[in-house]
């Protein structure tokens, strides 16, 4: 049987496109980072090819975490599933990003 791979356009890690738990991977699981081949407005194929960067964590109505990419090239935005073996700490510092740097003190929160 044929593994199917993809080379990470980030760091060149040579990735198989089914993660541990059978799901179907569309980013690389040490990096984050992903590839502009989908329209995911049609589904279809997209022409672009860009990389795409690792931007938030979403969390979908029922949980679980979704990655949010967005394309360096025509600035597309996409969702993903989180795969069991990506990198955790790369994870956690994109779902942490926004509390880390608040555009208001978060210290008003202190006496409620
Ligand atoms: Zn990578
Ligand atoms: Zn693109």
Request: net charge positive; hydrophobic share 35%; with cysteine.
């Amino acid at each position: 049987m044929r593994t199917e791979t993809f080379t990470c356009v980030r760091c060149g890690l040579t990735v198989g496109v089914l993660d541990p738990s059978g799901g179907r991977r569309d980013h690389c699981p040490s990096c984050l980072h992903s590839r502009h081949l989908r329209d995911h407005v049609t589904g279809g194929p997209a022409d672009c090819g860009a990389r795409m960067t690792p931007i938030a964590i979403a969390v979908p109505r029922g949980g679980g975490w979704t990655l949010v990419h967005r394309c360096t090239a025509c600035a597309t935005l996409s969702t993903g599933q989180v795969a069991p073996d990506d990198n955790q700490l790369v994870l956690v510092r994109l779902a942490v990003r926004p509390i880390a740097q608040p555009p208001f003190p978060l210290e008003a929160f202190g006496d409620l």
